[in-house]
């Protein structure tokens, strides 16, 4: 059974940093990609980032690049994303997902498993 807990996220002013980490278990992740996505109220989840496991090759959305990183260890099973230059629109639950198939997909439909997400909250 997958397991995905995400941790790490807060309350941040503007300009802030925060880094969300996603710890993964179950299973062992080399054939998987994984993704970060976030869900604002009342709006769709929307694509964050995603890395390939094996290769840690990396995927992210234009809103994000230059500010967000996505990264993975490989020893501790755990996906991350730095957050920098946080913005008021960032706030929003963060989610962690698998995708049992290694590329890249920007769908959530496309993930298998997800975590139960971080909140999030950038004051202005």
């Known amino acids: 059974q997958v397991q995905l807990v995400e941790s790490g996220g807060g309350l941040v002013q503007a300009g802030g940093s925060l880094r969300l980490s996603c710890a993964a278990s179950?299973?062992?992740?080399?054939?998987?990609?994984m993704a970060w996505f976030l869900q604002a109220p009342g709006k769709e989840r929307e694509f964050v980032a995603a890395?390939?496991?094996?290769?840690?090759?990396?995927n992210h959305a234009d809103s994000v690049k230059g500010r967000f990183t996505i990264s993975r260890d490989n020893a501790k099973n755990t996906m991350y994303l730095q957050m920098n230059s946080l913005k008021p629109e960032d706030t929003a639950v963060y989610y962690c997902?698998?995708?049992?198939?290694?590329?890249?997909?920007?769908?959530?439909?496309?993930?298998?498993?997800w975590g139960q997400g971080t909140q999030v909250t950038v004051s202005s």
């Open positions: 890395i390939i496991w094996s290769t840690a090759s990396t």
């Open positions: 997902a698998a995708n049992v198939r290694a590329y890249f997909r920007r769908s959530p439909e496309a993930y298998d498993y």
């Open positions: 179950g299973r062992t992740f080399s054939g998987y990609a």
